[in-house]
């Protein structure tokens, strides 16, 4: 199960997800479901409905409302995909949480609206389960290929039955992006490989004890220094190392950036990007350290909080399939961007 939640969220609101439509939220607002952020309690707050959550919850329904079965909401995916796993967190909910759950997904326009999606075709992925309260309820949907890669499917857009009412704190969909490659071909040539949206994958770390190696292919720059990947302070020889599997094969890669936005005192002395081609790589071979890597850009000194480009350094730019980000001695870096020319 930990490694379908190590998968990227595919709804989280910092990658364009969005809640377009809710049978009702009385007293929680929608838009709570998709936050980035761990769901928090405050134990004096109300507003002029009731007890103040972090989530969202409907008004109670059952017994009272005639007709009324389960509530809805209906989720656009920031990032289109196939899905290996949900979260219905229901953190904090204890008296007020949903029975069960169950989960629907569709294909549509990414323009489409909630009236639009409610005569969708929509397929059940989750059947009707029971929910914990104030706690994580993580449902595998598919297991993980060799690649490490959810098979199946691509969705657009979700929706979430809760019965018959309540409150969720999160919801968390993990699963591949399945690029619009369409869309960065009417970009340009040249394209971050690396990032989420062209279906990057941080599929191997040596450390991350201080930040996710998750962290370094999100979009936009960091917030802060927790919202990029920072490894413990190392006490033997050697340095820590990442490797990113690019959205497709780079048939060049024409620019690297390296930045340590946000890391000053705990920025690496220095780096160096290596490569390989092999789109089967599994992500045990990735991790091995007798495997042969070809040097992409030498060992480079680092400026803390600071963004470098490099261009002109690059040794071996053609043919990339996966690079590893050696960092010495260890520290953290917040961003990583490939921009390449994917393979037609």
Known sequence: MTEIAELVDLASERVGGAVLAASDEFFAPKESLLRPTKPVFREDEYTDRGKWMDGWETRRSFGRVPGHTHDWCIVKLGL?????????????????????????????????????????????????????????????????????????????????????????????????????????????????????????????????????RHNLIQPGRAVNMGDGWETKRKRAPGQDWVVVRLGTRAERVRAVELDTLHFKGNCPESAALDAIDDAAATVRSLSDATRPWTALLPRTKLRPHASRLFAEELLAPTGVTHVRLSIFPDGGVSRLRIFAEPES
């Open 80 to 212: 289109a995909g196939s899905i290996g796993g949900i979260d219905v967190d229901t953190r904090f909910f204890r008296g007020n949480y949903p029975e069960s759950c169950s989960v629907e997904a569709c294909r549509a326009d990414a323009e489409a609206d909630g009236e639009a999606l409610a005569g969708a075709a929509w397929a059940e992925i989750l059947p009707r389960s029971r929910l914990n309260g104030d706690s994580s309820n993580l449902f595998v949907l598919e297991p993980l290929d060799d690649l490490g890669r959810v098979p199946g499917p691509s969705w657009t857009h979700l929706r979430l039955n809760i019965f018959p009412d309540g409150g969720v704190a999160r919801l968390r969909v993990f699963g591949t992006v399945a690029p619009d490659w369409a869309r960065y071909r009417r970009i340009g040539s040249t394209v971050d490989l690396a990032s989420l949206g062209a279906g990057g994958e941080v599929v191997a770390c040596s450390d991350m004890f201080f930040g996710s």
